[in-house]
């Protein structure tokens, strides 16, 4: 049995350990896939608390076709789309009442830093289904099957959005480095 499916029988029998050390295990992938999609880091962590708590609330009914970390970067992503669709709604209320929403070495540290800030900005750049794409392809290590799953679009489709997307990332690369 592996190690997940022996949490899950755990966390079915009510053992909180076992959620916290799914919850420890799968953090970080889980974050940063929710801070790609949603760029607020206070949202991101509300993400991750709300697909949690349905982990511990459902794990006595739940099935889970694939792999756990699949299934948790699944309801990350769908939970991260709610929130986009809560912000985008409150913010467009907001607007009709005239209301504005709103390593070792520290050299090398610094440098990732501002690298991934950069990264982070240009991937901001890119269309939403196209950074869902790529963010679920790359980050959450997921198929394309699997993410055409996601979004009920075709396997081409998410093949295409993900083609797009690095093309625009280059584009975008290649013009900040002329400045």
Avoid: W
């Avoid at 029998?13 to 919850?23: K, P």
């Avoid at 991750?48 to 349905?54: E, I, K, P, T, Y």
């Avoid at 006595?60 to 789309?81: F, H, P, Q, T, W």
């Avoid at 986009?84 to 504005?100: A, I, P, V, W, Y």
Wanted: charged residues 30%.
């Amino acid at each position: 049995m592996s190690e997940d499916k022996h949490l899950l029988k755990l966390l079915r029998h009510g053992d909180s350990g076992a959620l916290r050390r799914l919850y420890e295990k799968y953090r970080t992938d889980l974050f940063t896939v929710a801070l790609s999609l949603i760029h607020d880091i206070h949202t991101a962590e509300d993400c991750l608390q709300d697909v949690f708590a349905r982990l511990a609330e459902g794990a006595a009914d739940m099935e889970i076709r694939r792999n756990l970390k699949g299934y948790l970067i699944s309801s990350v992503a769908n939970r991260a789309r709610d929130q986009l669709r809560q912000q985008t709604k409150l913010s467009d209320k907001m607007e009709n009442f005239g209301c504005s929403a709103g390593a070792t070495d520290p050299v090398k540290v610094l440098i990732d830093r501002e690298e991934s800030a950069r990264l982070f900005n240009m991937l901001m750049k890119l269309p939403y289904d196209q950074r869902e794409v790529f963010v679920l392809h790359v980050q959450g290590e997921m198929k394309f099957r699997e993410i055409a799953e996601l979004q009920n679009a075709s396997i081409k489709t998410v093949q295409s959005r993900y083609h797009y997307g690095i093309e625009k990332l280059q584009a975008l690369l290649e013009k900040d480095n002329t400045k």
